[in-house]
């Protein structure tokens, strides 16, 4: 299981969800993508928000993410 992450989720902080997976037994690596919130997005409400969705480098850390736990 690959998590992706906002930092600023305002449903849980970054500890609390490394805490919880440590509940789950299967595979598992997070993803964090700062300063976005629990849906990954910034509602387009300020110019850094939108940057940092946009960039692919958070898409590309889950898919190596992935790929680590199905090899």
Same mark, same amino acid.
């Given at each position: 299981?690959?998590?992706?992450?906002? *930092?600023?989720? +305002?449903?849980?902080?970054? /500890? /609390?969800?490394?805490? @919880?997976?440590? &509940? $789950?037994? #299967? +595979?598992? #690596?997070?993803?964090?993508? +700062?300063? @976005?919130?629990?849906?990954?997005?910034? #509602? #387009?409400? %300020?110019?850094?928000?939108?940057? %940092? *969705?946009?960039? +692919?480098?958070? $898409?590309? /850390? @889950?898919? /190596?993410?992935?790929?680590? &736990? $199905?090899?």
């Amino acid at each position: 299981m690959v998590f992706v992450h906002g *930092t600023l989720d +305002p449903f849980a902080s970054s /500890e /609390e969800l490394k805490a @919880a997976l440590q &509940l $789950i037994s #299967a +595979p598992r #690596a997070v993803v964090s993508v +700062p300063g @976005a919130g629990h849906d990954l997005q910034f #509602a #387009a409400k %300020t110019h850094k928000m939108q940057q %940092t *969705t946009q960039d +692919p480098l958070w $898409i590309r /850390e @889950a898919v /190596e993410a992935f790929q680590r &736990l $199905i090899s």
